[in-house]
Structure formats: structure tokens, C-alpha cells
């Protein structure tokens, strides 16, 4: 049998983490697809990343219809959308999260960039995140600054955070 590349890193400790997400990408199973097929063991996701997905078609003209007429504002929408994409993503790689301890099999999310010189308000936005998205194998992404590294050294219950 023919060892593919992705086999190859994976086998020299390489962990290779997606740099996408979408609801299309979920829902078409081409998620999955990457985990077993090419050793994809981690997603991790910025507002780039979804500002891409939202806008790319109608995937997610329903839940903005809903939450549009529950008379949700645009940042509210964005959160549960993106939550609700993390979440379901954490669900596929929670095999691989069991497997490997916790090493891998994580799906990032990070705390909203204008927070980032706000200690208190990171603080509450990783633990709305963590809170919402509610997976262990979540993994809260920190801005690098002075007033947003206190969080990152904070235990966190069975989550995952970095700066």
C-alpha cells in the first residue's frame, strides 16, 4: 500500500491543521473527508475565515433569516454562527481529541480581535466562547497582548487556550 504525504508528516509527529471552515464544508462531509482521508487532526478558524464562508453563498441565509427575526443584531448572528460551525466541527474531531489524549483533534476559535487591550473583557469573551461552543476540545485563541495574556495563563476546564 502506497503511504501518502499527509500519512508521511503525520508519521514524523507532523499535525496538520486545517486553516478553513465553513458550513458547506460540514454539512458536504469534505470534513470528514480530511480527517480520514489526509490525517487532518485540527481546524482553526479567524474572522477571515468566516466573513469568507458567509458571504461564499446561501449556506447560511437561514440562520440569518432566524436570527434576523428574532431581531438579533449582526455581531449576535456572527456568534452563533460561528459557534454553532465550531461546535459541529469539534464533534468530528472528537475521535481523533480521545486518540490522541488531547493533543489533537482541537478546533480553534478566537476572541474578538477589539479585545484585545481590554484584560476583563477578554477574560468574559473566552469564557462566553468556551461556554457556548461547550466541547472539551475547543481551543480559545488569545490576542498576544500585554492586557490579553493574563487569560492564557488562567486554568481552563478541559479547554484549550493560546496566545
Not at 7 to 15: E, K, P, W, Y
Not at 107 to 136: C, F, Q
Request: proline share 6%; with cysteine; charged share 25%.
Amino acid at each position: 500500500m502506497t503511504t501518502t504525504p499527509t500519512q508521511q508528516l503525520s508519521d514524523a509527529g507532523v499535525s496538520i491543521w486545517l486553516d478553513d471552515l465553513s458550513r458547506e464544508r460540514l454539512s458536504s462531509g469534505s470534513l470528514q473527508k480530511l480527517i480520514e482521508e489526509k490525517n487532518v487532526v485540527g481546524v482553526t478558524t479567524n474572522p477571515s475565515i468566516f466573513h469568507a464562508a458567509i458571504t461564499a453563498g446561501s449556506d447560511y441565509d437561514a440562520v440569518i433569516a432566524e436570527e434576523a427575526a428574532k431581531g438579533a443584531t449582526v455581531e449576535e448572528t456572527v456568534f452563533e454562527i460561528t459557534t454553532t460551525d465550531v461546535a459541529d466541527a469539534c464533534d468530528l474531531f472528537a475521535p481523533v481529541a480521545a486518540a490522541s489524549n488531547g493533543v489533537d483533534g482541537r478546533v480553534s476559535i478566537e476572541v474578538d480581535p477589539r479585545l484585545a487591550w481590554d484584560t476583563e473583557g477578554t477574560i468574559a469573551e473566552a469564557k462566553h466562547l468556551y461556554k457556548k461552543v461547550n466541547k472539551d476540545n475547543v481551543h480559545i485563541k488569545i490576542p498576544a497582548t500585554l492586557e490579553a495574556s493574563p487569560p492564557s495563563r488562567q486554568p481552563w476546564p478541559r479547554a484549550s487556550a493560546s496566545t
